[in-house]
């Protein structure tokens, strides 16, 4: 059982992770006036790959023997999942890296918030149960997506639809994450993701980019806050928090992500919601939180609800 200290220690680190995580959308934004999108995600994802590599060797003993809890997965296994989840990493992360460079990062925070609604029913496809709360939570987040996104003429900006339509590839990777995770070391899982998402990154911003040293070197901030920071440091935060955390509070405090993104780009690149957006802003984070946390309290009471086979 948790203590006052440990749940306040873990809420206070799973916070610091959703302000990194926020704020890291100001980076993303900033980057994009030096390099592409493709450079931006291959550099910065190949140092958050970089950064884990000291958390793989210290879960290994002197003889190289992994002493995690987690059953040791075929090779074949850990080539193809690291790639699928790779993959669906490069196509979320790239639709929001391009889509940031035509909205603002307020925008782009609370639109891929949307993930954790879009993964419960994406969820469906697999026979997986939902709730009510989840189809409310849903209603209640496309209303704001529409007062955030949707103009008057029943258009959405070029840039909303990039991040909305990552949201979804979002929602995918969290599922495949889901999948994966019981056969793979988490932090071994992490960094073949990360290594699979920078080679796709580079190898596209090779062909479809002008790539340069200067570029990178001019975005060398934004760059290292987005990999070593949001990237690296921010992933590793969640996994050693959420391990004494309340499941509660990780989905409260982890859903201010988008809220710090849509703070720090008013600190720091003096963007401005109109009350329109500001509403369907609290549309969304309502839904987002609904979605999960009523999905929390169900399965508490069906725990609640089952005879202990553990006799004390």
């Known amino acids: 059982m948790a203590t006052p200290a440990t749940t306040w220690k873990s809420d206070g680190l799973l916070l610091l992770t959703a302000i990194i995580w926020g704020t890291a959308f100001v980076a993303q934004r900033v980057g994009m006036d030096f390099v592409g999108p493709f450079t ?21 003993t002197s ?31 790239s639709l929001q890296q391009m889509g940031i460079i035509y909205t603002t990062a307020g925008n782009a925070g609370f639109i891929t918030g949307l993930y954790v609604v879009i ?13 009510a709360g989840t189809w409310i939570g849903a209603f209640l987040a496309a209303s704001g997506l529409y007062l955030l996104s949707v103009t008057a003429q029943f258009t959405m900006g070029y840039g909303d639809f990039l991040v909305l339509l990552g949201a979804f590839f979002w929602a995918g990777h969290v599922l495949i994450i889901g999948w994966l995770s019981p056969k793979f070391n988490s ?18 911003a090779a062909f479809y980019e002008p790539m340069s040293i200067d570029g990178i ?61 500001l509403g369907g ?32």
């Not at 790959?49 to 793989?56: K, M, S």
């Not at 003889?63 to 979320?92: C, E, Y």
């Not at 993964?119 to 709730?131: A, D, N, S, W």
């Not at 989905?251 to 809220?259: H, K």
Request: proline share 3%.
């Open 40 to 60: 931006f995600n291959g550099v910065r994802f190949a140092l958050g790959a970089l950064v884990l590599l000291p958390l793989i060797m210290s879960h290994k």
């Open 63 to 93: 003889n190289g023997v992994d002493r995690s809890n987690v059953k040791p997965a075929s090779r074949s296994v850990i080539i193809i999942g690291g790639l699928l989840v790779g993959l669906f990493l490069f196509a979320g992360s």
């Open 119 to 131: 993964v419960p029913i994406m969820g469906l496809l697999f026979r997986q149960k939902t709730t």
């Open 187 to 204: 932090f071994k899982l992490a960094f073949f993701q990360y290594a699979a998402c920078s080679v796709l990154s580079l190898v596209t």
């Open 217 to 277: 070197y001019r975005a060398a901030i934004p760059i290292l806050y987005g990999g070593i920071m949001s990237v690296g440091i921010a992933y590793t935060l969640q996994v050693v928090a959420q391990k004494r955390a309340h499941p509660a509070h990780a989905a409260i405090l982890l859903s201010m992500e988008s809220v710090f993104a849509a703070i720090a780009g008013w600190f720091l690149l003096d963007e401005v919601m109109s009350l329109r957006q």
């Open 281 to 312: 802003c609290a549309l969304m984070l309502s839904g987002m939180l609904l979605s999960q946390l009523w999905g929390l309290a169900s399965s508490m009471r069906s725990i609640d609800e089952k005879p202990s086979s553990q006799g004390r």
